[in-house]
């Protein structure tokens, strides 16, 4: 999600939309693919790494549990204000302040029934699973560490969704899917605890 940011107007005239003006059930046009001069080796594919919701005594789970209050409703208003801040504020750069204006403007997209729902929306955070092979020193030095990253996953109903994400690339708001997510990462270098949020489409 990265991209200029939409003028107000622009936005407002995509809400305005009726929802049977956007067909959110058809599929994107395939594009059409040429076949490469010199044949190319496909890669072997690495297995994803595998998320694990954060444990409930992780120091790390209140700080992130803050963040995803404040970053929601931040969202949720479409008010780039509010939003650009969080994802960065000067360092957000033109094209990923189009994009993320365009995705939250999109009512197609997975953060669109969030800002149609009434309570409840159940949020999940997830950090990543640490992979078996690492020793006891490995783990120690990860816990250590003065900054962590976590995906926040929201979802609206009063049922919740059967399947959260199980891999980052699962969390990528593509259109259809029954949550939303935001990657935060978290620092405490320096003394002084910062974070920003990462609001991305696959």
């Known amino acids: 999600m990265r991209a200029l940011l939409i003028?107000?107007?622009l936005i407002a005239a995509f809400a305005a939309l009726p929802a049977a003006a956007q067909d959110c059930a058809a599929p994107p046009a395939p594009i059409a693919g040429t076949a490469p001069l010199v044949p190319i080796e496909p890669e072997p594919a690495a297995e994803p790494a595998r998320l694990a919701p954060l444990a409930a005594d992780s120091p790390w789970l209140a700080?992130?549990?803050a963040a995803a209050d404040e970053l929601?409703?931040?969202l949720r208003s479409r008010e780039p204000a509010r939003w650009q801040p969080l994802l960065g504020g000067r360092w957000l750069g033109a094209a990923e302040r189009r994009a993320v204006a365009a995705l939250l403007a999109d009512r197609c997209a997975a953060f669109?029934?969030?800002f149609a729902a009434s309570e409840p929306i159940e949020r999940r955070i997830f950090g990543w699973s640490i992979p078996a092979t690492y020793s006891a020193a490995d783990?120690?030095?990860?816990?250590a560490r003065p900054e962590a990253e976590a995906l926040v996953c929201w979802a609206a109903?009063?049922?919740?969704?059967a399947a959260w994400p199980e891999t980052a690339a699962e969390a990528d708001n593509?259109?259809?899917r029954p949550y939303a997510c935001a990657r935060i990462t978290y620092s405490l270098r320096g003394g002084a605890p910062s974070w920003r949020a990462f609001v991305e489409r696959g």
């Open 157 to 161: 109903g009063q049922d919740g969704v």
């Open 112 to 114: 669109a029934p969030l």
């Open 139 to 143: 783990r120690a030095q990860i816990a």
């Open 174 to 176: 593509r259109a259809g």
């Open 63 to 65: 700080r992130f549990a």
């Open 7 to 9: 003028p107000s107007a």
């Open 72 to 74: 929601l409703p931040a």
